[in-house]
């Protein structure tokens, strides 16, 4: 599963789901741009663990949801490296609140990094991509988008809203060889999910078949196999990395 001369953009590539996916396609042979938005530390440490296995990686800072930083920062990455193959867009954040107490801007912040931010970065590379005739686009969804969570509406629907963004912009481009498919981890060990309180994480242990929370490593698995070759005929697909929580 070679992406030798193939070039990678990951949102959210600095930590977490996002950093093991960036270093993946780097081990595959892409070259990964990584995209980070608060912490140049976390960025750099991805740069230089792609160096130190031989690879390249250099990190770009957008915001996802700003459409005008994702088109100058995307035009870059390709005046850089003169294509783009390849997105991953996994840049996410929480804001969990029920319903009747959740703030307006927590709505807006959800819907705009999660879902706004992947239809920003999709339009800005499916020109280049159609030009090419060839792509390979992958958003990073989660089981929630599937099975709804109390207090968080917001990231559900974010989600779920991925899903509908998915299949149809799958349709739109798949006659360019271009496939566009989702990830939809279940509960993955990483910044986000690492302060949870001890009994919701042993609620959430109760309802996965396998007993044990899931690594970065094993969602990037799954990314690493819809980018490849193997997955030319595959589009507008889902898969479903929870240990069982889910079986869509
Ligand atoms: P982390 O919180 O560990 O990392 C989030 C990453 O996204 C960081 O690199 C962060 O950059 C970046 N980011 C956040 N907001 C923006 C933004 N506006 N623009 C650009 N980059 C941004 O998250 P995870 O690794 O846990 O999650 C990654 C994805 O996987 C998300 O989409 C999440 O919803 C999804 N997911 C995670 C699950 C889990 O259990 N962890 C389960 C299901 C889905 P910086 O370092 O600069 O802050």
Same mark, same amino acid.
């Given at each position: 599963m070679s992406l030798d001369g193939k070039i990678a953009l990951v949102t959210g590539g600095s930590r977490g789901i996002g950093r093991a996916i960036a270093l993946r396609l780097a081990e595959m042979g892409a070259k990964v741009a990584i995209n980070y938005v608060s912490n140049?530390?976390?960025?750099?440490?991805?740069?230089?663990?792609?160096?130190?296995? +031989? +690879?390249? +990686?250099?990190?770009?800072?957008?915001?996802?949801?700003?459409?005008?930083?994702?088109?100058?920062?995307?035009?870059?990455?390709?005046?850089?490296?003169?294509?783009?193959d390849i997105l991953v867009n996994n840049?996410?954040?929480?804001?969990?609140?029920?319903?009747?107490?959740?703030?307006?801007?927590?709505?807006?912040?959800?819907?705009?990094?999660?879902?706004?931010?992947?239809?920003n970065c999709i339009k800005a590379v499916t020109r280049p991509m159609m030009k090419q005739r060839w792509g390979r686009i992958v958003n990073i969804s989660?089981?929630? +988008?599937?099975?709804?969570?109390?207090?968080? &509406?917001?990231? &559900?629907? &974010?989600?779920?809203?991925?899903?509908?963004?998915?299949?149809?912009?799958?349709?739109?481009? &798949?006659?360019?060889?271009?496939?566009?498919?989702?990830?939809?981890?279940?509960?993955?060990?990483?910044d986000m999910t690492r302060d949870l309180a001890e009994e919701v994480r042993a609620k959430v242990l109760g309802e996965i078949p396998m007993r044990s929370m899931g690594s970065a490593e094993d969602v990037a698995g799954a990314v690493a196999y819809l980018v490849s070759e193997d997955a030319r005929y595959i589009t507008g697909q889902f898969i479903h990395v929870n240990g069982g929580m889910f079986m869509g």
């Amino acid at each position: 599963m070679s992406l030798d001369g193939k070039i990678a953009l990951v949102t959210g590539g600095s930590r977490g789901i996002g950093r093991a996916i960036a270093l993946r396609l780097a081990e595959m042979g892409a070259k990964v741009a990584i995209n980070y938005v608060s912490n140049p530390d976390a960025a750099q440490e991805v740069v230089g663990a792609i160096a130190a296995m +031989g +690879g390249e +990686g250099r990190h770009y800072k957008f915001d996802v949801a700003d459409t005008s930083a994702v088109n100058d920062s995307i035009a870059k990455i390709i005046e850089d490296y003169g294509r783009l193959d390849i997105l991953v867009n996994n840049a996410g954040i929480t804001r969990d609140g029920l319903l009747m107490k959740m703030k307006e801007e927590n709505w807006d912040q959800v819907l705009d990094t999660n879902l706004k931010g992947a239809f920003n970065c999709i339009k800005a590379v499916t020109r280049p991509m159609m030009k090419q005739r060839w792509g390979r686009i992958v958003n990073i969804s989660s089981v929630i +988008g599937f099975l709804g969570n109390a207090g968080q &509406a917001n990231y &559900a629907a &974010a989600k779920a809203g991925l899903t509908g963004l998915t299949r149809s912009i799958a349709r739109e481009l &798949a006659s360019r060889s271009i496939t566009v498919n989702g990830v939809a981890p279940g509960y993955i060990d990483t910044d986000m999910t690492r302060d949870l309180a001890e009994e919701v994480r042993a609620k959430v242990l109760g309802e996965i078949p396998m007993r044990s929370m899931g690594s970065a490593e094993d969602v990037a698995g799954a990314v690493a196999y819809l980018v490849s070759e193997d997955a030319r005929y595959i589009t507008g697909q889902f898969i479903h990395v929870n240990g069982g929580m889910f079986m869509g």
